[in-house]
């Protein structure tokens, strides 16, 4: 493949990361509007192989803002890597949208050509699903402004930012919503799939602070959904995931907060976790709106276990102390860092641990009911983990203003779980891949039975479990699915089919 397209301004934003002789100048910018462009391998969204015209492509290219990347482009192989290491797809073209225009002419070119699309906001989807093999990525990393009103208490997030860019720009006016536990997390698929977050129990999911969307929907039109125009898709956007369209941006409902929250973490002893999980389930319901405990248990490459429980309290240490009495009663921690923090700090502790370019294995569910049936698999899975890597088994905590939404006032159906649940390992040799995933199948057989539907932004599962996860909501969505995208345009997600049968 001889060509790209590379706009001066794609030339001058790359320039700092390429050795300079990697870079022939003079013939990049010479090509960038009259080159040959070569013919295109890619796959339809049914993987049919098909021939794209380089002419196409340069017209293509030549309606963006943003560039269009080809396997051969500066810049390429960065732009497809995303947060899971364990994925490693080549995608026919990347566009790198830079505004609602662009996103409008790249669902447009994908839809004549039946292109295969993924939709990458933050990259950071577990299954890896916002990367795709031979098709056209759409990808918003450039669109990635967060931008607040304090009078109205709202932010307008663009749909590629980061949760990091969102809890700053709040914070900077001691404002807040629900965002997810590690920021370097894309705000778009967070949102779309649901949102858990430390201030989740205070203020619902992230989805359910959400004003309004700007979508592009599978037809390259662009509209608003909010709870006056486009309701049904404002519902479905709320939790339906990236299945109805690309969201280029979001509006968000702030709420006022002390910046400086309590948090930290509370570990435990493997030997006494069992009596500190106990505890935890038995006075989940008890516990102030204000706590969040989410829960790990763990086994460390030095073949450690122990039991780890993050705190985040929105509140003052006083009240802090109080929520937290039985927890520090119940069994002495080994450790306990929980102390007046500021929630942007909260924010980011988790950022390390969970770095970009390892590999990652999750299989996980929502808990209903936690009970003492459930603790004894969940200790028995760590201890029977025995490779040299991390391992855990992880617990998000939910409830609270949560589960005061009604299950059919968004598209997220699973308002009364307690938890949402997860195995999990990473690791970086590829000659562990075999031994991770049979770890991770035979842990989760176990768990499974005490879990009822999943989270659809941790993996896509087409076994029958969707339809369990989005429950009394399932038929609504597969109708909003057949109205705005009878192709299937957006498939790459946990993906609700059309009904072909339906009259359009
Ligand atoms: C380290 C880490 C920590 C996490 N912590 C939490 C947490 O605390 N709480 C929680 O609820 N979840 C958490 N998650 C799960 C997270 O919600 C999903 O991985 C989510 O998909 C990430 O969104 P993204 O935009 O970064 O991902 P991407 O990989 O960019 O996108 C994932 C999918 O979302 C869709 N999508 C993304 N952006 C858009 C958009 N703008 N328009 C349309 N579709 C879009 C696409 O279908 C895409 O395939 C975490 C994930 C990771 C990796």
Known sequence: MSVILPRRRFISSTLAAIPAAALPFGRLFAAADDAVVEDVEAVTS???????????????????????????????DTARHAWNGAFDRHPALIARCSGPADVMEAVKFAAAHQLLVSVRGGGHSLSGQCVCEKGLMIDLAQMNSARVDPARRTATIEGGALLGALDREALAHGLATTAGTVSHTGV???????????????????CDNVRAID???????????????????????????????VATSFEFQL???????????????????????KF??????????ELNMDVSLLRLPNDQRM?????????????????????????????DTVALAPYVKLQQSGDARAAAGRKYYIKGGFVQQSTDALIDVMMATIADAKLPLPQAVNMQQAGG???????????????????????????????????VGEWAHSAWKKIEPHTHGFYVNEFNDDSGRLKATYGVNYDRLVALKTRYDRNNLFRLNANVQPNPSARA
Not at 310 to 317: L, P, S
């Open 188 to 206: 778009g698929g967070l949102t779309l799939g649901g949102g858990f977050g430390r201030l989740g129990r205070k203020f619902g999911l992230a």
């Open 280 to 289: 935890m389930f038995e006075s989940a319901a008890h516990v102030p709106d």
């Open 46 to 76: 049914d993987r049919k192989q098909i021939i794209l015209k380089g002419a196409d492509v340069r017209d293509f290219a030549a309606r963006l803002r943003g560039d269009l990347l080809l396997q051969s482009s500066v810049g390429y």
């Open 401 to 435: 203003a949560i589960a005061r939404v009604k299950p059919t006032a968004t598209a997220f159906a699973q308002r009364a779980i307690q938890y949402n649940m997860f195995v999990l390992a990473s690791w970086a040799d590829p000659a562990q891949s075999q031994s």
């Open 255 to 277: 709420h006022r907060v002390n910046p400086v929250m309590v948090g930290g973490d509370l570990t435990y002893s493997f030997a006494d976790a069992p009596a500190v999980l």
């Open 215 to 245: 979508l592009v929907t599978a037809d390259g039109k662009f509209l608003i959904a909010n709870s006056k125009e486009n309701k049904d898709l404002f519902w479905g956007l709320r939790g339906g995931g990236g299945n109805f369209g």
């Open 307 to 335: 039991l780890s429980i993050n705190v985040c309290y929105n509140g003052d240490a006083a009240g802090a102390d109080k929520a937290l009495a039985g927890m520090r009663s119940i069994r002495t921690p080994l450790a």
